[in-house]
Nanobody
Framework: QVQLVESGGGLVQPGGSLRLSCAAS????????MGWYRQAPGKQRELVAT???????NLSDSVKGRFTVSRDNAKNTVDLQMNSLKPEDTAVYYC???????????????WGQGTQVTVSS
């Protein structure tokens, strides 16, 4: 099974920066796409950013120009660099990975437990 562990969340002032990290572990053969989703109170979970194993990036329009996503395929990690943070960025951020386990032939999605990001003065 694949486990995803997020880190780097916390409280930051508007205009500040945070860097979230996610590490995947388990009997992983390969990871296709990794990404970040977020869910604010009373809202549905939404896509923030995804990155493929060949570094094709998809960013939500609400974070373009402010957030950057990157990954290290050798370490099975994905980072989300968040700059110019706004109060509306406040949410629980979840790491996602679409991965293939060793000795299995299909891709499946996996989720982390989430990390809280609060943007407030």
């Amino acid at each position: 099974q694949v486990q995803l562990v997020e880190s780097g969340g916390g409280l930051v002032q508007p205009g500040g920066s945070l860097r979230l990290s996610c590490a995947a572990s388990g009997s992983i053969f390969s990871i296709n796409t990794m990404g970040w989703y977020r869910q604010a109170p009373g809202k549905q979970r939404e896509l923030v950013a995804t990155i493929t194993n060949d570094n094709i990036i998809n960013l939500s329009d609400s974070v373009k120009g402010r957030f950057t996503v990157s990954r290290d395929n050798a370490k099975n990690t994905v980072d989300l660099q968040m700059n110019s943070l706004k109060p509306e960025d406040t949410a629980v951020y979840y790491c996602n990975a679409v991965a293939r386990l060793r000795f299995m032939g299909s891709l499946r999605p996996y989720w982390g437990q989430g990390t809280q990001v609060t943007v407030s003065s």
